[in-house]
């Protein structure tokens, strides 16, 4: 059984800076996607970035050149390196996994759905 589980979040003044972490346990599959999504009260869930077993990596584009999405294989983590935080960062985020739909000419495409889900973390940034 998979779990995921997110923490990190908290609240900061505008241009600081966070760092998110999730633990994904019970995933025994050798390819992976890996992603971070965000939703704001009264907004739709959006997918902030994205990471597969190949490390490439997808940013939307609020969050292009601010935010870093990485992963430790040895500690079986990803983490979200969220720099120059704004107002509107301000979400619930959420940690997904969940097996690439198919590889094609070394590039893994990833689900638009994914199974695996966290509880989730708030961040708060303030004016």
């Known amino acids: 059984q998979v779990q995921v589980v997110e923490s990190g979040g908290g609240s900061v003044q505008a241009g600081g800076s966070l760092r998110l972490s999730c633990v994904a346990s019970?995933?025994?599959?050798?390819?992976?996607?890996m992603a971070w999504f965000r939703q704001a009260p009264g907004k739709e869930r959006e997918e902030v970035a994205r990471?597969?077993?190949?490390?490439?990596?997808s940013y939307a584009d609020s969050v292009k050149g601010r935010f870093t999405i990485s992963k430790d294989n040895a500690k079986h983590t990803l983490y979200l390196q969220m720099n120059s935080l704004k107002p509107e960062d301000t979400a619930m985020y959420y940690c997904?996994?969940?097996?690439?739909?198919?590889?094609?000419?070394?590039?893994?495409?990833?689900?638009?759905?994914?199974?695996?889900w966290g509880q989730g973390t708030q961040v708060a940034v303030s004016a």
């Open positions: 019970g995933y025994t599959y050798p390819n992976y996607c």
């Open positions: 990471i597969d077993s190949a490390l490439t990596t």
């Open positions: 997904a996994i969940d097996a690439p739909l198919f590889s094609y000419a070394e590039t893994w495409y990833c689900p638009l759905e994914y199974t695996y």
